[in-house]
């Protein structure tokens, strides 16, 4: 499979707990994405790399969350001290910038529940 | 308000019927639109993708339309089938940050 692979795809946690979440996008891609996605809503940008630079963060990026991309492959997304309102589908995007259209391919997404 | 406005934002249609959703969007200057397709649990596919100066794009029995100068996009569904049962999501691109803005998708369910 050569699509974006996230893990895990579903994670379970109490209140107060860390969660890493990972996301393996397609290997030819320089550019990762994070969004986060409730339920009935259209996913809200959270953050977004090029190769292992971090370029923007968005406000709903609290500094409880923290992403990166170490080696410009694979990007980890940590929640630390989870809440409630954390509980979501986290959906990792992969494109490559440079072509004449940047097409964003999606994971499956690993949809957190905090209890 | 959302700078990308769907509607409906849920549609019932028997197999086999046509249907259109819509997509109204103010982001401006935008660079592309995209119709994506969710279903329950997944992460979004993308159907089609149309730059400003494109009029229609077609994908199987999809067919995306963009009115550039009303600021309006729709997808048709041909010969619907059971397998299209999810959320379609429009996508808009803005131009100056490069960001897309998403809508609120139209959940479509097709019943036998």
């Known amino acids: 499979d050569t699509g974006v692979s996230q893990d895990p795809r579903h994670k379970i946690t109490k209140r107060g707990q860390n969660v890493t979440f990972r996301c393996d996008p397609i290997?030819?891609?320089?550019?990762l994405y994070w969004y986060r996605q409730t339920l009935g809503q259209g996913p809200e940008f959270l953050t977004y790399?090029?190769?292992?630079?971090?370029?923007?963060k968005s406000r709903l990026l609290s500094d409880r969350f923290s992403a990166e991309r170490p080696k410009g492959s694979f990007s980890t997304l940590e929640i630390q001290r989870t809440e409630q309102g954390d509980s979501a589908m986290y959906l990792c995007?992969?494109?490559?910038?440079?072509?004449?259209?940047?097409?964003?391919?999606f994971g499956p997404g690993t949809r957190l529940t905090v209890l | 308000k959302n700078q990308v406005e769907q509607s409906p934002q849920s549609l019932i249609i028997l197999e086999g019927k046509n249907c259109t959703l819509q997509?109204?969007?103010?982001?401006?200057?935008?660079?592309?639109l995209r119709w994506y397709k969710q279903d329950t649990g997944r992460g979004p596919v993308s159907l089609t993708i149309?730059?400003?100066?494109?009029n229609t794009k077609s994908n199987g029995r999809y067919t995306a339309t963009l009115d550039a100068d009303t600021k309006q996009s729709s997808l048709h569904i041909t010969a619907s089938q059971l397998s299209d049962s999810a959320s379609y999501i429009c996508?808009?691109?803005?131009?100056?940050?490069?960001?897309?803005?998403f809508g609120t998708g139209t959940r479509l369910q097709v019943f036998p």
């Open positions: 995007a992969s494109s490559y910038v440079g072509g004449a259209r940047d097409t964003q391919y």
């Open positions: 290997s030819e891609h320089n550019r």
């Open positions: 790399f090029q190769n292992e630079a971090q370029l923007e």
């Open positions: 997509c109204n969007y103010t982001v401006s200057p935008f660079s592309n």
């Open positions: 149309m730059t400003f100066s494109e």
């Open positions: 996508v808009v691109s803005d131009y100056n940050t490069d960001k897309l803005i």
